[in-house]
């Protein structure tokens, strides 16, 4: 019970913090729509991957409801036991009229994102999203063995929050080489 006796005016702030004991698993397609997979160095779907091996990470993005949206931020959380393969091309330059992403194989994908913010558990990509599904591909290494959680990817417009997506969960297995 919080109580103020006198004149003098009484604030408060809760705040709580904390993770989700499991991954969201439904799908959300409101406006957009996302999915993400991982394929082998050959396109190839893959479910168990060896630690050291590189691989692929597909996410596809589509809007439903317009021709186009812009300023898009797309999250793609890595799942545990892997790390994202920077582009060893990628230009330092954010104003550069040939920016290329710090990850991303730019020959698979048919999306380029205006810009990226890569971490060591997730790829942020912001950009504008079409109505034709569009692609885009960029390489993880897997670093640690055993049975992974696969996080959702994630889409929402940057100003108008009411257009979210959000993909599927799953699992990744990585084994001893």
């Known amino acids: 019970l ?5 004149s003098t005016p009484l ?21 957009l729509e996302i999915s993400h997979e991982y394929l082998d160095l050959a396109g190839e779907p893959v479910s168990k991957v060896r630690v050291g091996d590189e691989f692929l990470v597909r996410l596809r993005l589509r809007a439903k409801d317009f021709d186009q949206v812009s300023q898009v931020a797309v ?3 890595l799942p ?3 790390e994202p393969v920077y582009n060893p091309s990628a230009s330092g330059n954010d104003d550069s009229p040939d920016w290329i992403p710090p990850v ?8 380029g994102p205006e810009f990226a913010d890569v971490r060591e ?19 993880v290494r897997a670093t640690n063995a055993g049975i ?27 084994v001893k080489p």
């Open 2 to 6: 919080l109580r103020q006796d006198g």
């Open 11 to 31: 604030f408060y702030m809760l705040s709580e913090g904390g993770y989700d004991r499991g991954a969201p698993n439904k799908v959300i397609a409101e406006g």
């Open 75 to 77: 999250v793609d959380l």
């Open 80 to 82: 545990g036991g892997t």
């Open 104 to 111: 991303g194989e730019m020959a698979m994908s048919d999306w």
């Open 121 to 139: 558990d997730r790829v942020v990509l912001y950009g504008t999203v079409y109505r034709n599904a569009t692609s885009f591909v960029y390489r």
């Open 148 to 174: 992974f959680g696969t996080p959702p990817a994630y889409a929402e417009g940057m100003y108008d929050t009411t257009l979210q997506a959000r993909s599927k969960a799953g699992t990744l297995e990585i």
